[in-house]
């Protein structure tokens, strides 16, 4: 075993990583989205068990149409499963799966491993190795794509800071834009405003948004959302733009050293005691990617 796969082993049984991978995946039990999810990589053998996982014991109302829209088709065909689509299907799954890891595999060697492996070939690697091997080449992406997304922080903010309108509270960290005037109370500090809002990347593509008026709190924020909207008078609109170092760096939810960009209306500056007694921490919902980040715990490769 090479010198790096041992670093990867010492990892894999307890060591803390020098980074952790954040990726997005799909839940293929529900066919919803689902962003925010952190880890250090997919080892094979959870992938292989949340395959099996999902097709046997996956019982949601998705669920159960779809194998019923399988029934039919196979009684129009006496009681015949179509295999040839069965196997389609289960491929275009175990695609979907690999995607989500965050690099490109070289799928023809990946089916020659699937035929070595029915026909009981020995492997290549064995499957602490296999699991090591793809840690390490996804933490040499994650620092790649980090390094890159700072590079492009960093070059953003400096340009912005002189386009019209632009006003900066934190030099080269934090800038907003006000997009329309409000009126009435004033967001302060350790206030719980009732907002809208919408996330997105430097390439403009959305990663959250609010889908009806969502009651926050502000010490439970990221300190570059939670500094941008103080100050915020009801009814403004602004757009955030928040550096990396004031959003979630290379920790949280979201790709590594990601510049944000957010555009948030306040529809009301504070909540009243009734809406603060019925409000749940926002780290539990769907306004995650403006949360402060909760830890997960380590992976083990057992």
């Given at each position: 075993?090479?010198s ?14 020098a ?37 046997t ?9 779809v ?17 040839q689509?069965?196997?389609q299907?289960?491929?275009?799954l ?7 890891i965050?690099?490109?595999f ?11 492996s029915?026909?009981?070939k ?71 405003p ?13 990663f ?31 757009t ?5 170092e ?57």
């Open positions: 075993m090479n790096k796969l041992q670093q990867a082993q010492k990892k894999s049984l307890g060591y803390k990583s980074t952790e991978y954040i990726w997005s995946f799909q839940d293929y039990s529900t066919g919803e989205f689902v962003m925010f999810i952190k880890s250090k990589f997919l080892p094979l053998t959870a992938f292989a068990l949340t395959l099996a996982f999902s097709a014991n996956a019982k949601t109302p998705k669920t159960h149409e194998q019923n829209n399988v029934l039919e088709e196979s009684n129009e065909e006496d009681g015949k499963i179509d295999l689509k069965v196997s299907a289960f491929g275009h175990i695609g979907k799966n690999l995607d989500s965050g690099f490109e070289d799928m023809t060697e990946v089916i020659k491993g699937m035929k070595d029915i026909a009981g020995e492997s290549p690697m064995n499957e602490t190795e296999c699991v090591q091997a793809i840690s390490l080449v996804q933490e040499e992406v994650f620092q790649k794509t980090a390094t890159k997304n700072l590079d492009e922080a960093n070059s953003f903010m400096t340009k912005n800071a002189k386009e019209e309108g632009i006003i900066v509270l934190e030099k080269d960290k934090l800038q907003y834009k006000i997009e329309k005037q409000g009126e009435g109370t004033v967001v302060e500090k350790y206030f719980s009732m907002i809208r809002y919408s996330g997105k990347f430097l390439d403009g593509k959305v959250g948004t609010s889908q009806e008026d969502e009651l926050i709190s502000l010490d439970e924020t990221i300190s570059g959302f939670s500094q941008g909207i103080v100050g915020m008078k009801e009814g403004e609109k602004r955030l733009y928040i550096h990396p004031l959003g979630y760096g290379t920790s949280g939810y979201l790709p590594p050293n990601s510049l944000l960009v957010f555009e948030i209306e306040v529809v009301k500056a504070n909540a009243t005691p009734k809406q603060e007694d019925s409000f749940t921490s926002i780290s539990k919902e769907g306004t995650r990617e403006i949360a402060v980040p909760k830890e997960k715990p380590d992976v083990v490769i057992r």
